[in-house]
T-cell receptor, first 111, second 116 residues
Framework: QKEVEQNSGPLSVPEGAIASLNCTYS??????FFWYRQYSGKSPELIMS??SNGDKEDGRFTAQLNKASQYVSLLIRDSQPSDSATYLC???????????WGAGTKLIIKP | DAGVIQSPRHEVTEMGQEVTLRCKPI?????LFWYRQTMMRGLELLIY????????DSGMPEDRFSAKMPNASFSTLKIQPSEPRDSAVYFC??????????????FGEGSRLTVL
């Protein structure tokens, strides 16, 4: 079992719809959770961080964390073609600030 | 702030040659990370520094790889001798421990290395 698992996709979503990206992790001691966006040929860019159970909203983005079930998700409302990218889930290694990375989910927003 | 600055952006070299990648972190950041990214293996942490001190180099593939951080504003990753399997994009990232947000990384644009 991989430490951080994501569906590789591609996930195709029509423009204006909600895109839902999921990530599961194996280390119950993990305390910090992140979503990074990476456009093709570019570097990863942090879009959301979440540290406690529940939802965290920032504009069109909502991160959801459920530590009991060991999953974290990212919702993108009103999806735009510019949201097309690979989304990387990263989880802290226990209480250490080292990150364990998922392989990423490729998201395609179709106009 | 200018962000994390890496050089060179592209490097093409022949097997056996020495390669040096450079990184300038964001001023005030006390953590610096070197990552490697390939299609097959994704993002791999090679080494990270805290306040210029190497903390964990367990991700460094082998003795051919070495990294230094002589001061708070400069780090190098050296590969000697280089091999074709070292071809990848190498990212440098930095972060600040203020507020416990070490995991909020700021990445440089990366150095794309091709070893022929």
């Amino acid at each position: 079992q991989k430490e951080v698992e994501q569906n590789s996709g591609p996930l195709s979503v029509p423009e204006g719809a909600i895109a839902s990206l999921n990530c599961t992790y194996s280390d119950r001691g993990s305390q910090s959770f992140f979503w990074y966006r990476q456009y093709s040929g570019k570097s990863p860019e942090l879009i959301m961080s979440i540290y406690s159970n529940g939802d965290k909203e920032d504009g069109r983005f909502t991160a959801q964390l459920n530590k009991a079930s060991q999953y974290v998700s990212l919702l993108i409302r009103d999806s735009q073609p510019s949201d097309s990218a690979t989304y990387l889930c990263a989880v802290s290694k226990g209480s250490n600030y080292q990150l364990i990375w998922g392989a990423g989910t490729k998201l395609i927003i179709k106009p | 702030d200018a962000g994390v600055i890496q050089s060179p952006r592209h490097e093409v070299t022949e097997m056996g040659q020495e390669v040096t990648l450079r990184c300038k972190p964001i001023s005030g950041h006390d953590y610096l990370f070197w990552y490697r990214q390939t299609m097959m293996r994704g993002l791999e942490l090679l080494i990270y520094f805290n306040n210029n001190v190497p903390i964990d180099d367990s991700g460094m593939p082998e003795d051919r790889f070495s990294a230094k951080m002589p001061n708070a504003s400069f780090s190098t990753l050296k590969i000697q001798p280089s091999e074709p399997r070292d071809s990848a994009v190498y990212f440098c990232a930095s972060s600040s421990n203020r507020g416990g947000k070490t995991g909020e990384l700021f990445f440089g644009e990366g150095s794309r290395l091709t070893v022929l």
